[in-house]
């Protein structure tokens, strides 16, 4: 079994910063990319940055040059630092990853619960 779990959302006021961090726990070979999706009720879940194995980044237009993506191979994390915040970012924000288990060929596609994030006018 494989999870997923994140951390480090809460309450902000807006122009602040956090820190999210997914950790993939489990019995894991590899994990190839990894994202953060964001979701507000009602609304479908976004993609907000993502990041390669070979550390190759994207990020959603709404995010570009206020949040970082980055990961620790060692520790299978994965983090997004957060600055200006808006409170239009406000949401759920979740971990995705591509992640190979031991004697698999294809990688499953694993979910975390997500954390809250809640920007302040």
């Known amino acids: 079994q494989v999870q997923l779990v994140e951390s480090g959302g809460g309450l902000v006021q807006t122009g602040g910063s956090l820190r999210l961090s997914c950790a993939a726990i489990g019995d894991i070979f590899s994990i190839n990319d990894m994202r953060w999706y964001r979701q507000t009720p009602g609304n479908q879940r976004e993609l907000v940055a993502g990041?390669?194995?070979?550390?190759?980044?994207t990020y959603a237009d709404f995010v570009k040059g206020r949040f970082t993506i980055s990961r620790d191979h060692s520790k299978n994390m994965v983090f997004l630092q957060m600055t200006n915040l808006k409170p239009t970012d406000t949401a759920v924000y979740l971990c995705?990853?591509?992640?190979?288990?031991?004697?698999?060929?294809?990688?499953?596609?694993?979910w975390g619960q997500g954390t809250q994030v809640t920007v302040s006018s």
């Open positions: 990041i390669s194995y070979t550390g190759i980044t």
């Open positions: 995705n990853a591509d992640i190979f288990l031991p004697l698999t060929a294809d990688p499953l596609s694993g």
